[in-house]
């Protein structure tokens, strides 16, 4: 894709990105992704397409074969995951994303004292946006529910300031109406400058919440346009299904 | 009955600091370290060699300070011997357990315990097996009580400071791991790697704090089992089971855990000392172990995930 010359630097630039667990078995097979700045992208696709593994690649947690990614530019793909909250990347993983030991409070004060940042400047405006945090702030991580788990990884993500935040599936195991309180927030997130990249098996609500979205299947994307376009696109389903429900997919081939 | 209380919470002192470095350790690290014990045989030794030089240079410095047996010079001594045996560690991690890290646990263990005869036998090759003391001053135990408030008490002013000062020390870690932002960091390491490292905590900083702080810990215990017991080149060996024993009772990393789980541990030797005699004090420990597991086979203070 050509680019421009008067368009910004994109916020994400995944290049033909092949990355997996085992070397010389990748699960991301060349997936080309674009994020522009300010912008919510959402990856979509079956079980086992390999998102996950995607944005883990994008945040140093899973190795990289080939291919390269970058972040406003700059080459992140050698980046060791510890290092990318310095590179202005987030990153929220979909389970266990809060040190349940600490409490509310310790969490993100964590957070702020590993960026060396003031603490209250950075606590302030994060308790702000998530009163229910604010409230509760000496009780241990561990006792939180679900959708305040949720919550607190979000803060805490926040809390060092990321030029872009990826989320592994934040709607996973919460209520649709949690699933709204958190979506809620990524677009005050996106509203306040910071560009997001989200993993999603939720396609109705991602592709409410998302600027654009991207299906993956077997480690590529096969589709990479508008949200609002993808939301009545036969292609999006006939994604799935292939995947699904072998059958009915090799049926209509015939 | 209240002399067996005292002497088990000498001994439990001891254990406690022990324990500690090997329940961060086991939690930070990810495995059993059955070298952790030897860590505190060489604590005490690198003190006795450092001793030995501050009192060459200075007489004065062996000049025991007021009710206790020793002097300004063990004092110093201990500082030394924190430091080395904390580099110590870094070295055996460095040279040993770091590139077997990615091997897993199982490598790690068996790999701990060739250190610990390696490390061992160096104790035994340089310093001979003859038990040796840090000060050849009789300390006469001061009576607390008679003999007919519960058997009385008598205790030495070192005994006292021994345990003043292990309070002192977990009290400091206490504060370390709760407020300062490298003790967060070790604690978020300890419960989950893989968030710590998307936090942005370098897990080679967390592993090095922790060799250096199990190292600190294990010199000071080291020292202070010379100081009321004696120097022998098997305190390692001698404390290995009884260490394991309190971090399980107390819940592995959990540090109050361990202190308490020492203390326990060190009661019921001096307890079974005159129970059932010295010879069965290594069984007591594992009775109280086996006891505590069957009705919290967490721990006392383990953490269920």
Redesign the interface.
């Known amino acids: 894709m050509q680019q421009p010359d008067a368009l910004p630097t994109p916020a994400l630039v995944v290049d033909t990105l092949e990355a997996g667990y085992e070397p010389g078995l990748p699960i991301v097979r060349g997936a080309c992704l674009t994020v522009q700045r300010g912008e919510i992208v959402a990856i979509l696709g079956p079980n086992g397409a390999g998102k996950s593994t995607l944005v883990k690649a994008v ?1 140093g ?1 899973v190795p990289v074969s080939s291919g390269r990614s970058l972040l406003f530019g700059r080459d992140i793909t050698r980046v ?7 590179e202005g990347l987030a ?1 929220v ?1 979909q389970t ?7 409490s509310i409070a ?1 969490n993100l ?3 702020a ?3 060396k940042a003031d603490r209250q400047e950075r606590l302030a405006p994060v308790y702000a946006m998530f009163p229910d945090l604010a409230r509760q702030r000496s009780l241990p991580a561990g006792q939180l529910s679900g959708g305040q788990r949720q919550m607190l990884a979000l803060a ?1 993500a926040l809390i ?1 300031r990321p030029r872009l935040l990826v989320l592994d599936e934040p709607s996973a195991g919460l209520s649709p109406k949690l699933v709204g309180l958190v979506f809620d927030k990524l677009r005050e997130v996106r509203a306040s400058g910071v560009t997001v990249l989200l993993v999603e098996q939720n396609v109705k609500a991602a592709l409410a919440l998302a600027d654009r979205a991207a299906v993956l299947v077997e480690g590529r994307e096969r589709l990479f346009a508008p949200a609002a376009e993808l939301l009545d696109d036969e292609r999006v389903a006939a994604l799935y299904l292939g995947r699904h429900t072998g059958r009915q997919a090799t049926g209509a081939l015939h | 009955m209240l002399q067996i209380l005292a002497d088990g919470l000498v001994i439990g002192s001891v254990i406690s600091l022990g324990a500690i470095g090997l329940s961060l350790t086991l939690s930070i690290v990810r495995f059993s370290n059955f070298s952790h014990g030897e860590l505190l045989g060489w604590g005490s030794y690198l003190a006795l060699s450092a001793l030995a030089v501050f009192t060459a240079t200075r007489e004065s410095l062996a000049a025991p300070l007021g009710p206790f047996s020793f002097g300004w010079g063990l004092l110093g001594a201990l500082l030394v011997s924190t430091v080395l045996t904390a580099l110590l560690a870094l070295a055996l991690d460095q040279v040993l357990f770091r590139r077997l890290r990615s091997q897993g646990a199982i490598t790690l263990v068996i790999a701990s315990f060739g250190a610990a005869l390696a490390l061992r036998n160096l104790l035994l090759f340089w310093y001979g097996g003859v038990p040796q003391y840090y000060s050849q001053n009789l300390q006469i135990a001061i009576p607390i009580l008679p003999r007919s408030v519960w058997g009385g008490l008598r205790v030495t002013a070192d005994q006292l400071l021994v345990l003043a000062l292990t309070l002192a020390t977990v009290t400091a870690l206490h504060l370390f791991l709760r407020h300062s932002t490298l003790g967060r960091s070790m604690r978020a390491t300890a419960i989950n790697p893989s968030l710590a490292r998307v936090a942005g905590i370098d897990p080679e900083r967390v592993l090095r704090a922790t060799w250096i702080i199990g190292g600190i810990l294990a010199a000071v215990a080291g020292v202070f089992a010379g100081i009321t017991v004696q120097l022998r080149p098997t305190l390692g060996v001698d404390l290995l089971l009884p260490l394991f024993a309190a971090v399980i009772l107390g819940g592995i990393g959990s540090v109050w855990g361990a202190v308490l789980g020492g203390f326990i541990v060190g009661l019921a030797e001096s307890a079974s000392v005159s129970i059932v005699g010295a010879e069965y004090r290594a069984a007591a420990a594992f009775a109280v172990l086996i006891l505590i597991l069957m009705v919290r086979p967490t721990g006392l203070f383990g953490e269920k995930h």
């Open positions: 945040a947690l060791a995951a510890h290092r990318m909250v310095f990153f993983p266990e994303n809060v040190f349940v030991n600490l310790e004060e964590l957070a004292a590993i960026v805490r060092t």
